[in-house]
């Protein structure tokens, strides 16, 4: 909560300089307008890159198999929900392969990146290999793995799922949380990791 871009501790947040970028990958000094119609690429290309104009988070999904294989994803389209009962959702592209499996474990846990874990970020978008290599995890009470030294955790057990568009949600209650707000956040801005600027 609070308005405005000062933190709860008195220092003020801002994003490092970003050029601004049309449609075509040019610099613009005007804003874009575009009325959408029905679809097609060019609606989405524009909706892609308006939704790029809004700065998010980055987390890591994990989840756990019936026969104990981990799974993990890079998403940065993740928020709270509720407070009471504590809810948050995480939205996953249909075309996702980890789909099923987050369909039949019904619990996954939302770990929150800081600045300094872009290259495990990168890591859980890798379509070979073990995304897990190098992790040390840990496990709590639904043996879904927390990824370590994260800036926020959150355990949760599907509390609903439904289909949106392109996308599945998974709105989760949280069972148990970790955080660290002494951490810098990693953040998604215009189709690029950022950090931020903290100025005193």
């Not at 449609?23 to 307008?33: A, F």
């Not at 308006?50 to 890591?60: I, N, Q, Y």
């Not at 789909?99 to 039949?104: Q, S, V």
Request: charged fraction near 20%; include cysteine; aromatic fraction near 6%.
């Amino acid at each position: 909560g609070g308005g405005g871009p000062e933190g709860r501790r008195g220092i003020a947040l801002k994003l490092l300089p970003v050029t601004p970028v049309c449609l075509t990958g040019e610099r613009m000094s005007q804003p874009v307008t575009i009325e959408l119609g029905e679809g097609g690429a060019h609606d989405a290309r524009a909706l892609r890159h308006a939704f790029g104009c809004f700065t998010t988070g980055v987390t890591v999904v994990t989840t756990v198999c019936e026969d104990g294989r981990r799974i993990g994803l890079t998403a940065n389209s993740f928020t709270s929900v509720s407070l009471d009962p504590p809810l948050a959702l995480v939205c996953v592209d249909l075309a996702s392969r980890s789909l099923p499996i987050l369909d039949a474990a019904a619990r996954f846990t939302v770990n929150v990146l800081h600045a300094d874990q872009q290259a495990m970020a990168r890591q859980f978008v890798q379509k070979d290999g073990d995304r897990f290599a190098g992790i040390d995890t840990e496990t709590w009470s639904t043996g879904v793995p927390i990824l370590p030294d994260c800036m926020a955790n959150f355990e949760c057990v599907t509390h609903q799922v439904f289909d949106a568009g392109d996308h599945r949600v998974y709105v989760g209650r949280v069972v148990k949380l970790r955080y660290d707000p002494d951490h810098e956040p990693l953040v998604y801005l215009q189709g690029r990791f950022r950090r931020v600027h903290v100025e005193a």
